[in-house]
């Protein structure tokens, strides 16, 4: 079936960086977009970053441009995603995801920003 499994998450100061992967299994992940999501309390899941099959295609948020790399190595069926200069409005956690169709959400990674 398919999995997800996001991993990397953690406490980091304002302006600091941090790199959650993601691990998916049961599909044919090199023939496929991805995309991270990020979700907080009480508001809908926001996408924030997506790559194509062969990554030559990737978009952002406007609110994460200049600042989250997405990034995928299809031989190991990961999706990555680099986060710098990170600032407390980018507390949340970050979820995988297929770009299109959507599939069942793994059980995402904790990003907390704060000093």
């Known amino acids: 079936q398919v999995q997800f499994v996001e991993s990397g998450g953690g406490l980091v100061q304002p302006g600091g960086s941090l790199r959650v992967s993601c691990a998916a299994s049961?599909?044919?992940?090199?023939?496929?977009?991805m995309s991270w999501h990020r979700q907080t309390p009480g508001k809908e899941r926001e996408l924030v970053a997506s790559?194509?099959?062969?990554?030559?295609?990737?978009n952002y948020a406007d609110s994460v441009k200049g600042r989250f790399t997405i990034s995928r190595d299809n031989a190991k069926n990961t999706v990555y995603l680099q986060m710098t200069s990170l600032k407390p409005e980018d507390t949340a956690v970050y979820y995988c995801?297929?770009?299109?169709?959507?599939?069942?959400w793994g059980q995402g990674t904790q990003v907390t920003v704060s000093s």
């Open positions: 049961g599909f044919a992940f090199s023939s496929l977009s």
């Open positions: 790559i194509s099959s062969t990554g030559g295609t990737i």
């Open positions: 995801n297929t770009l299109r169709p959507r599939r069942a």
